[in-house]
Structures are given as structure tokens and as C-alpha cells.
């Protein structure tokens, strides 16, 4: 099981920054990737980016060049420098993990964290 804790969501004016983070825990896991997903009111949930075990990234075309993707040097929690924020980037982010254990592979889902841009 993992238990995923996420912080850093709030009210910020279009071309502001905030910065997301997701702290993973749990027992005998190892994370296979780790990322943050959104979902707007009325709109499906999407990627916003995801970084991989190895370090590798990817970004939805819509946040390239404005956010980051990173994690600490433990690997269990994850960052997301969202910068040039513009309103329709307004959502609920999500982390998401990936992980292998004993129970095989599975995806977790944070809580979510409510990011408001405002215009």
C-alpha cells in the first residue's frame, strides 16, 4: 500500500507561480513512475507530467516550458514548479504513482489539490 500527501495547491493570479509536491510512503514499493494529473470542472482528467524511475520526463504540450517535473534524491516525493500559471491551468491536480510491490503493479491516487488562477 502507498500513501501518497500532497501540498502546495492554492489561489494564485495568471502569471504567478506555485509549487506542488507529493510525498509517497508506504512499505516494500518501489515506484515504477510518479506524476501529476488535473482535471477542470466538466473537462476528463488529464496528464500534466510524469517523470519516470530513470529520471526521464514528459509533459502535456500545454505546460511545456512553463512547468517542472522533479523529485528528491530519495525518489518518493515529487515536485511540480508550475510557473507563467494562466487561468485555464485552473484544476484539481492529482499525484499519481505507479508503483511495484508484493501485490504486484498498481497506480495510486493522491487527494488532489486545488490550484485557482485567476485573470
Known amino acids: 500500500q502507498v500513501q501518497l500527501v500532497e501540498s502546495g495547491g492554492g489561489l494564485v493570479q495568471a502569471g504567478g507561480s506555485l509549487r506542488l509536491s507529493c510525498a509517497a510512503s508506504g512499505s516494500a514499493f518501489t515506484i515504477n513512475h510518479i506524476g501529476w494529473y488535473r482535471q477542470a470542472p466538466g473537462k476528463k482528467r488529464e496528464l500534466v507530467a510524469v517523470?519516470?524511475?530513470?529520471?526521464?520526463?514528459n509533459y502535456a504540450d500545454s505546460v511545456k516550458g512553463r512547468f517542472t517535473i522533479s523529485r528528491d534524491n530519495g525518489k518518493t516525493v515529487v515536485y511540480l514548479q508550475m510557473s507563467s500559471l494562466k487561468p485555464e491551468d485552473t484544476a484539481v491536480y492529482y499525484c499519481?504513482?505507479?508503483?511495484?510491490?508484493?501485490?504486484?503493479?498498481?497506480?495510486?491516487w493522491g487527494q488532489g489539490t486545488q490550484v485557482i488562477v485567476s485573470s
Open positions: 517523470i519516470s524511475s530513470g529520471g526521464s520526463t
Open positions: 499519481n504513482v505507479e508503483a511495484s510491490s508484493g501485490l504486484g503493479v498498481l497506480d495510486y
